[in-house]
C-alpha cells in the first residue's frame, strides 16, 4: 500500500496556472503508475492524467490536453500536476492515485490507492 497525500490547491482566476503535488510514501514509487482525477460538485470522479513509471508514457483527457503537463520525480516520491490557462470548470476536488501498471484507458480501474484530494476553484 502507499500513502498520497497532494497539496497546492487554492482559489485562482480563470487564466491564472496552479501546479499540485502529490507525495507517496509506503511503497516503492518508481514502481508505480500515477494518475490526477477530478470530481467536480454533483459530477462522477473523471480521469485527468496519467505517467508511467518513468515518465515516459503519459496520457491526458481531452478536456485538459495541452493545458495541463503530468510530470514525477522518482529521486524524491513526488508526482505533479501543472496546470495552466484555469477555466472555471476545472473547478473540483483533485486526487492523486497510484497504480501497479500504467494504463492509457482514462478509467479509474487500474488505481489501487488514491490521496484525500486538494480542492481547485477557479473563478470568472
Known amino acids: 500500500q502507499v500513502q498520497l497525500v497532494e497539496s497546492g490547491g487554492g482559489l485562482v482566476q480563470a487564466g491564472d496556472s496552479l501546479t499540485l503535488s502529490c507525495a507517496a510514501s509506503?511503497?516503492?514509487?518508481?514502481?508505480?503508475?500515477m494518475g490526477w482525477f477530478r470530481q467536480a460538485p454533483g459530477k462522477e470522479r473523471e480521469f485527468v492524467a496519467a505517467i508511467s513509471w518513468t515518465g515516459a508514457l503519459t496520457n491526458y483527457a481531452d478536456s485538459v490536453k495541452g493545458r495541463f503537463t503530468i510530470s514525477r520525480d522518482n529521486a524524491k516520491n513526488i508526482l505533479y500536476l501543472q496546470m495552466n490557462s484555469l477555466k472555471p470548470e476545472d473547478t473540483a476536488v483533485y486526487y492523486c492515485a497510484a497504480s501497479t501498471f500504467y494504463s492509457a484507458d482514462g478509467t479509474d480501474a487500474p488505481y489501487d490507492d488514491w490521496g484525500q484530494g486538494t480542492q481547485v476553484t477557479v473563478s470568472s
Open positions: 509506503g511503497r516503492t514509487f518508481n514502481n508505480l503508475a
